[in-house]
T-cell receptor, first 115, second 114 residues
Framework: AQSVTQLGSHVSVSEGALVLLRCNYS??????LFWYVQYPNQGLQLLLK??????LVKGINGFEAEFKKSETSFHLTKPSAHMSDAAEYFC?????????????FGTGTRLTIIP | DTGVSQDPRHKITKRGQNVTFRCDPI?????LYWYRQTLGQGPEFLTY????????KSRLLSDRFSAERPKGSFSTLEIQRTEQGDSAMYLC????????????FGNGTRLTVT
């Protein structure tokens, strides 16, 4: 069964500092991986996706993530945090090419930006 | 592309009442999903439609829950005899046919059962 672990339910960084949100996955087949962002009382917005092409994936708002098969990781980074980055971030895994349509989410990481 | 639309945004109901939520997916998307999100948790899969066919249901979807997508366009999620434990955000998502097409989520319906 597929699963996702997000280390750190809360992360605080100073404005302008590096953002690093950690995600490790488990899947019995080559996975598709996603990062979503959620602002209060809103749905989830796709930041970026890995679907078996380039291992370094660039997304919106300056975020990027690197797929590392050997470490079963898909950590999200941004070189310089902005106040508007404060939100909840979810990592998710799917096995869609293998007939499993269910997207499995981690428990989320709340990012706080310190002015 | 007007995005995934959900109605209502908020619903407050008394325990034991029935509620129905509606989701309008992105028009060209044939796959539609329902998820439930409780406070401090990630979304949990409830059910999935391909066109009008409901192809998968989670064990989270008890007999009190029913979802339909009668014409392969909009979908409804009904909860009968609501319980306080049903209080959550109900999220709808849709995606296109390509395997690498991501899920696009609506803004959700927040249900509060008193």
């Amino acid at each position: 069964a597929q699963s996702v672990t997000q280390l750190g339910s809360h992360v605080s960084v100073s404005e302008g500092a590096l953002v690093l949100l950690r995600c490790n996955y488990s899947s019995s087949v080559p996975p598709y991986l996603f990062w979503y962002v959620q602002y209060p009382n809103q749905g989830l917005q796709l930041l970026l996706k890995y679907t078996s092409a380039a291992t370094l994936v660039k997304g919106i708002n300056g975020f990027e993530a690197e797929f590392k098969k050997s470490e079963t990781s898909f950590h999200l980074t941004k070189p310089s945090a902005h106040m508007s980055d404060a939100a909840e971030y979810f990592c998710a895994v799917s096995e869609i090419p293998f007939g499993n349509e269910k997207l499995t989410f981690g428990t989320g990481t709340r990012l706080t930006i310190i002015p | 592309d007007t995005g995934v639309s959900q109605d209502p945004r908020h619903k407050i109901t008394k325990r034991g009442q029935n509620v129905t939520f509606r989701c309008d997916p992105i028009s060209e998307h044939n796959r539609l999903y329902w998820y439930r999100q409780t406070l401090g948790q990630g979304p949990e899969f409830l059910t999935y439609f391909q066109n009008e066919a409901q192809l998968e249901k989670s064990r989270l979807l008890s007999d009190r829950f029913s979802a339909e997508r009668p014409k392969g366009s909009f979908s409804t999620l009904e909860i009968q005899r609501t319980e306080q434990g049903d209080s959550a955000m109900y999220l709808c998502a849709s995606r296109g046919t390509a395997d690498n097409s991501p899920l696009h989520f609506g803004n959700g319906t927040r249900l509060t059962v008193t």
